[in-house]
């Protein structure tokens, strides 16, 4: 409970914490926040880490700290690019293994069904559209891997996502973070955003179990 409660006020407070991160490693700022988001994406045991949210924060603070919003943009689309090239070569190289050694208790089998059932509908475009579900766009990449889908292709689909995601939400949050309509209630704008990032999976979801009952009904 400690644990979740923590969770949750990272993600409500994130401006406060990266605030925080950027002031502490202060020209390593760009590299704290490569970081987060490079992990974010690139490894499949932690989906849990702020993606949309983080990025919209990011850019809200490129104002304010002294960082500028187009290396910050680069930096952060290199994270997410690079990130989700590591996730793709896991899955290529090690697979479904990784579900029999120690790291088996920190990938939910649910989440890996949801994002094959997922890639199993969109193929290649999964990799662009992933971006914007959270955990779901954890995982895409790795089941990409374990699917032998073509790099070349594959890292072109992850280039034009990274690309997407990284730009909306990090010039969303340098456009109209610091409005103070925005930046006095920035916890629930955070929330407002975590919401509609989970709306896409939620109706996923939703679609795979009625099609689920209707198979039982018939």
């Known amino acids: ?9 990272l993600f409500l407070h994130l ?3 990266l605030s925080q991160l950027i002031s502490w490693a202060g020209g390593w700022s760009y ?14 045991i932690a989906p849990f ?8 924060a990011s850019g809200s603070l490129a104002t304010l700290d002294g960082m500028n919003i187009w290396v ?7 994270a997410a690019f690079l990130g989700n090239e590591l996730n793709y070569w896991i899955g290529r190289n090690v697979g479904l293994k990784i579900l029999e050694g120690p790291f088996k208790r920190w990938v939910n089998p649910n989440h890996l069904r949801r994002a094959e059932v997922f890639f199993a509908k969109y193929g290649a475009k999964a990799v662009v559209l992933s971006r914007f579900m959270p955990i779901v766009r954890t995982v895409v990449p790795f089941v990409a891997g374990v699917g032998k889908m073509d790099p070349r292709r594959y890292s072109i689909y992850n280039a034009a996502g990274a690309a997407a995601w990284v730009i909306l939400f990090t010039w969303a949050g ?7 309509g925005v930046k006095h209630n920035f916890s ?3 929330l407002v955003i ?15 179990r009625r099609g689920n009952d209707k198979i039982v009904e018939t």
């Open 72 to 78: 910050l943009t680069a930096v952060l689309f290199f």
């Open 194 to 208: 975590i919401i509609i990032s989970f709306i896409p999976p939620v109706i996923e979801w939703w679609k795979a």
């Open 174 to 180: 340098y456009l109209f973070g610091n409005i103070p």
């Open 188 to 190: 629930l704008v955070i």
């Open 31 to 44: 590299a704290a926040l490569f970081l987060v988001i490079f992990c974010e994406t690139g490894l499949v």
């Open 1 to 9: 409970m400690a644990a979740m409660a923590q969770l949750i006020d």
């Open 15 to 17: 401006d406060t914490h």
């Open 49 to 56: 880490l702020p993606g949309d949210s983080f990025l919209f």
